[in-house]
């Protein structure tokens, strides 16, 4: 099936700092990528949806100017936690899909943590 | 998206089938019913999915209600890499492969 690379798997950066995760289709285009984050013990809650070559639709209470969406080419889009807290530590995932496929495909997670 | 109902665990024994319930009474008739799984410090991995007729795949089968108000997904073997999370998603369509995650529930597979 259809891979979904993200990357890193594991950070830990220090509060004020920012971070930025990668999600790369790796063998389809996707015009479309999500970002999840889930909180331990937590559902995944999704926080926007990437479009290559526009601007990113968040989810109400996710504030853009902290998570910013770049989706430039069709295989990857970035994530950047901007002035990272504690209160961002989370499990960060993303996904994409292909106009071939029904369903999703998931990146490996990354899992921030923010001292 | 509508909304669906599971329960929070389970439990199993090895080599056993495995039989994870989902109710979703408020189903539209477009709606695909999903199933993903998340294994510990993973992201989700597809299932499968299906829209009126039972479906089966190598990992796993589904049995959809003849209303379409529930749905069954059957593990015919339990094993213990199947310890995970198990969601039951509906998707609208072609809603993009936009997923709205519910509780799920949690697998225990005893050895």
């Known amino acids: 099936g259809a891979v979904v690379s993200q990357h890193p798997s594991r950070v830990i950066c220090k509060s004020g700092t920012s971070v930025k995760i990668e999600c790369r289709s790796l063998?389809?285009?996707?015009?479309?990528m999500f970002w999840y984050r889930q909180f331990p013990k937590q559902s995944l809650m999704l926080m926007a949806t990437s479009n290559e070559g526009s601007k990113a639709t968040y989810e109400q209470g996710v504030e853009k100017d902290k998570f910013l969406i770049n989706h430039a080419s069709l295989t990857l889009s970035t994530l950047t936690v901007t002035s990272a807290h504690p209160e961002d530590s989370s499990f960060y995932i993303c996904?994409?899909?292909?106009?071939?496929?029904?369903?999703?495909?998931f990146g490996q997670g990354t899992r921030l943590t923010v001292v | 998206d509508a909304k669906t109902t599971q329960p929070n665990s389970m439990e199993s024994n090895e080599e056993e089938p495995v039989h994870l319930p989902c109710n979703h009474s408020t189903i539209s008739g477009t709606d695909y019913i999903h199933w993903y799984r998340q294994l510990p410090s993973q992201g989700p991995e597809y299932v499968i999915h299906g829209l009126t007729s039972n479906v089966n795949n190598r990992m796993a089968s589904l049995a959809i209600a003849e209303d379409r108000k529930s749905s069954t997904l059957i593990l015919h073997r339990a094993t213990l890499r199947d310890a995970a999370v198990y969601y039951c998603i509906l998707r609208r369509g072609n809603a993009g492969n936009m997923l709205t995650f519910g509780g799920g529930t949690r697998l225990m597979v005893k050895p």
């Open positions: 996904s994409a899909g292909s106009t071939m496929n029904t369903e999703a495909f």
């Open positions: 063998d389809f285009q996707a015009t479309t």
